[in-house]
């Protein structure tokens, strides 16, 4: 027999009182046995037939036929085929900003320096005032105010531990920001929270054991099966991140529906100025507290739904991460016991130039949509969602690709109206894009983050129809 068999037997016995005279042989009883066919159909054909019937006595058994590997491969194939999906896209947006401190840059500074009770540092006030006014920020909001600081003075005196309680504060408001975000992208998808399949969550501010994700997830009222992901520290790239992670569980679960989160507050970097560390005024001067949070999906046999899922916002084509080798220095933190401490560094500004002409076109350009570096197009053909960072770094992105200064339009508004917000930017820039109406329909675009380690996240989208209508 070419394949290899394998018996599955049960017996039943149903023996009556009788002599045992009336046994007159020691031949085994005749073995019925239902027969399925490799195909999977049953037989009635007896495949063995051994001795002779004994009355009163009942024999049973079935068996099945090992598969061949072809089959099984084959199988295996068919059933990989059929829970995949095609066609990642980003059904809806919601962002969203706490309420408790929206300050104007003009007047960060005098606040920055009187909550930290550091008036008395001129010279560094005077900097922090310059450093400022060329951010390139108009305003930004905050979970803390100055009472949060007087309640713990171990946010500012940076000789005292106060990891425990900036995690204390973090453990609650972050998730509770997040669900805010979240619960204004699930309102514009039309479907309710219990239909969420996959959460993906990212953070930069503190890390728990049951972590955000979990505490999200239960704001959220999402079912106790949706799977959970959750990035922590990934950096300023994390809700790109976040997005290329929930395009490949949507297009490798058919019917999956991935809930993007990310939330991020700066308390988790605040610290009061210091003469011997400089970089503080920066980090002080440029970050703000925010959450996106976005919808996506698959295309599955039904195609998309109803209401946000018949018109996606942006089609999902491709996502990539490469990082620059021997970078990993260029941009650095470490959670301590005095918080998170940034050190970003003053290569930035070179990594940028030497290498992100060569990431993008490795990215793009597989897809038949090189624009510089060699394509004979130009880069100005695409649309550009690029997480803001500082103002610098848009500055040396635009000259490095040669970039019209309204394709980082959207980029330089989320700065404005907000600082940066960690991972969270990228997704306000993207809610950003999309109430540009008219202006992306069908068109080609690269959303771009920027990492720890020098790390480069992008993604190819397409705008589709949706992303061009009005949002008010």
């Avoid at 997830?217 to 959750?230: D, I, K, M």
């Avoid at 490798?252 to 809930?259: D, I, P």
């Avoid at 008219?438 to 190819?460: A, I, K, Q, S, Y």
Wanted: glycine fraction near 10%; include cysteine.
């Amino acid at each position: 027999m070419s394949h290899t068999t394998s018996l599955l037997l049960s017996w039943s016995w149903s023996l009556m009182t009788m002599p045992t005279s009336s046994f007159t042989s020691t031949t085994p009883p005749s073995i019925q046995l239902g027969r399925t066919t490799p195909s999977g159909v049953p037989s009635s054909r007896p495949l063995v037939a051994v001795g002779r019937r004994i009355n009163r006595i009942r024999c049973s058994a079935t068996y099945t036929l090992a598969p061949s590997r072809e089959s099984t491969t084959t199988t295996t194939t068919a059933v990989g085929e059929a829970r995949r999906a095609q066609g990642a896209a980003v059904l809806a947006l919601g962002t969203a900003n706490p309420a408790a401190t929206c300050l104007p840059q003009t007047e960060y500074a005098d606040w920055y320096f009187r909550a930290t009770k550091r008036d008395h540092l001129t010279k560094l006030k005077a900097k922090m005032k310059k450093i400022c006014h060329n951010s390139g920020i108009r305003k930004r909001y905050f979970h803390h105010t100055e009472d949060t600081l007087l309640e713990h003075p171990e946010l500012v005196d940076g000789a005292l531990p106060s990891l425990d309680a900036r995690q204390s504060i973090l453990g609650s408001a972050v998730p509770e920001l997040a669900a805010s975000a979240a619960a204004r992208a699930i309102a514009e998808w039309g479907r309710p929270a219990a239909d969420i399949t996959h959460l993906v969550f990212a953070t930069n501010s503190g890390a728990h054991m049951p972590g955000a994700d979990l505490r999200l997830a239960s704001l959220l009222g999402l079912r106790p099966s949706a799977q959970r992901t959750a990035l922590y520290l990934t950096g300023c790239h994390a809700g790109s991140a976040a997005l290329r992670v929930a395009k490949d569980v949507a297009e490798n679960s058919r019917g999956a529906r991935v809930l993007v989160a990310c939330g991020d507050l700066s308390l988790v970097k605040f610290r009061a100025p210091h003469e011997d560390r400089p970089e503080t005024l920066v980090l002080q001067a440029l970050f703000g507290d925010g959450a996106g949070a976005a919808i996506v999906g698959a295309a599955s046999d039904e195609m998309y739904g109803s209401g946000a899922e018949s018109c996606p916002l942006f089609e999902m084509v491709s996502a990539s991460q490469t990082v620059v080798p021997n970078s990993e220095d260029a941009v650095a933190g470490q959670l301590g016991q005095d918080g998170l401490v940034f050190s970003p560094s003053p290569r930035m500004p070179a990594l940028v130039r030497e290498h992100i002409e060569r990431c993008l076109a490795d990215a793009v350009g597989p897809l038949g949509l090189l624009g510089g570096g060699g394509g004979g197009g130009d880069w100005n053909d695409l649309f550009w969602a690029v997480h803001p960072g500082g103002p610098l770094r848009s500055l040396t992105l635009q000259a490095t690709l040669a970039l019209a200064p309204s394709k980082l339009a959207a980029s330089r508004h989320v700065l404005s109206e907000y600082g940066n917000m960690s991972g969270a930017s990228v997704i306000f820039v993207l809610d950003e894009l999309r109430r540009r109406c008219g202006m992306l329909d069908g068109d080609f675009g690269v959303m771009l983050g920027f990492g720890p380690g020098f790390t480069v996240e992008t993604m190819v989208l397409r705008a589709a129809k949706a992303a061009t209508k009005k949002v008010f």
